[in-house]
């Protein structure tokens, strides 16, 4: 449940107050959004509603803690221990709370006292006359920021467009770049050049239709899959943004030693994306890879590549499967338990994992993006044979 750079699972270990609820704020630079416990925070402080006119309080303490200037110009996290995070929420002093939401009053020598808990850089502090009069107050030492402004998550770089009326077997759904129709398999490059993934949404999470990339149609559309000549959906809503790496490819002739000789399930490799808010059906987002689970489904290898979307909340604390572990604890195994029962209800046997149903690290995950896109480039070049007729412009 931890959504905050300052991790909510530490800020109630350390304290041992309720949760409260979580409150989306804008930080300084790149940094994306952070949340932090509005209450637990309020409980600590001792903070009157009456200060938070300027900025909410939850903000101003978690990036005047956790953000600072190098000599070089560039911002650097604090990583705050138990025990700092005591001390830090421990300060009730309201002239500097005061200082916190109205920087122009003081807030160079009132900073100080944060700066000194946490052995911070305040050399030559002064204000940053260049920075957006109502967004920031910059100073060498702590970050401040008032009125925090109110962000959602970025939109998907590339759209869509809708055929034919929705819940039918008729629908398509094309993703488009620039006003026209692409495939969402091969139009869409893998990776970015900042070392990212792209992840192609099929189904929104705490949704329950089963859309899927139509891999032997012309464009690649998204479609409801078809069962018994009915369209399909889960038993219950998915918990998690769902769908596939561009540019890859299971495939279904190559046997893996590994995992007793099951080979691939003809499909791009499939993605759960564990973020905090739902993607757009069809949108194209930029993800990294934590780790992966090598799923068996009636005998045929689907993997699931476990991601984050890198302008998620928890983005910059989530690198492989021991942060998850630690920052949204026993998520993984929801994942694992999910894709293994969801068969269940419709009276067919629980799918099964190679790997001891263990979740595979980063890296793992990584390698594994790489050799189903080297099998997908096979493919698209005719370096191997297309005999399932699948669709390949």
């Not at 999470?205 to 069962?227: G, Y």
């Not at 799918?351 to 979740?359: F, K, Q, S, V």
């Amino acid at each position: 449940m931890a959504h905050s750079a300052l991790a909510q699972s530490t800020l109630l270990k350390s304290i041992s107050v309720g949760t409260g609820s979580l409150h989306k704020t804008t930080t300084l630079s790149k940094h994306g959004s952070v949340s932090t416990p509005t209450k637990v925070v309020r409980a600590i402080s001792g903070f009157a509603p009456r200060h938070t006119k300027h900025a909410s309080l939850d903000s101003a303490i978690d990036l005047s803690f956790r953000l600072y200037k190098h000599e070089s110009g560039s911002l650097s996290r604090v990583s705050l221990n138990d025990q700092l995070l005591e001390k830090a929420f421990s300060i009730q002093n309201d002239t500097i709370w005061e200082s916190v939401q109205s920087p122009k009053i003081g807030a160079i020598n009132k900073s100080q006292q944060l700066a000194d808990l946490l052995d911070l850089p305040t050399d030559n502090m002064t204000e940053d006359p260049a920075t957006p009069k109502g967004e920031q107050t910059a100073y060498n030492g702590v970050y401040v920021l008032q009125q925090p402004k109110e962000e959602g998550p970025k939109k998907s770089r590339f759209g869509t467009r809708d055929q034919g009326a929705s819940d039918t077997k008729e629908y398509r759904q094309f993703v488009q770049h620039d006003g026209k129709d692409v495939s969402a398999w091969h139009d869409i490059p893998l990776q970015n050049e900042d070392g990212t993934f792209n992840f192609v949404c099929e189904i929104p999470k705490e949704t329950s239709a089963k859309m899927e990339v139509a891999t032997k149609e012309a464009s690649n559309p998204l479609k409801q899959d078809i069962k018994k000549d009915k369209l399909r959906f889960y038993p219950y809503n998915i918990h998690w943004n769902y769908g596939m790496l561009p540019q890859t490819w299971e495939d279904p002739e190559l046997k893996s030693e590994e995992l007793g000789g099951i080979a691939g399930d003809n499909d791009p490799v499939d993605v759960v994306e564990i973020g905090s808010v739902q993607c757009q059906q069809g949108g194209v987002y930029k993800v990294k890879p934590l780790g992966a689970y090598a799923m068996i489904d009636d005998g045929e290898l689907d993997w699931k590549i476990v991601c984050i979307r890198t302008d998620d909340p928890l983005a910059d604390v989530l690198n492989d499967i021991e942060d998850v572990e630690r920052e949204m604890p026993g998520e993984l195994e929801r994942v694992m338990i999910w894709f293994r029962d969801y068969k269940i209800p419709d009276g067919k046997p629980a799918n099964a994992y190679g790997y001891d149903a263990r979740p595979l690290n980063s890296d793992f995950a990584k390698m594994v993006i790489g050799e189903t896109h080297e099998h997908y480039n096979k493919l698209k070049e005719g370096k191997r044979e297309n005999n399932g007729s699948l669709a390949l412009s």
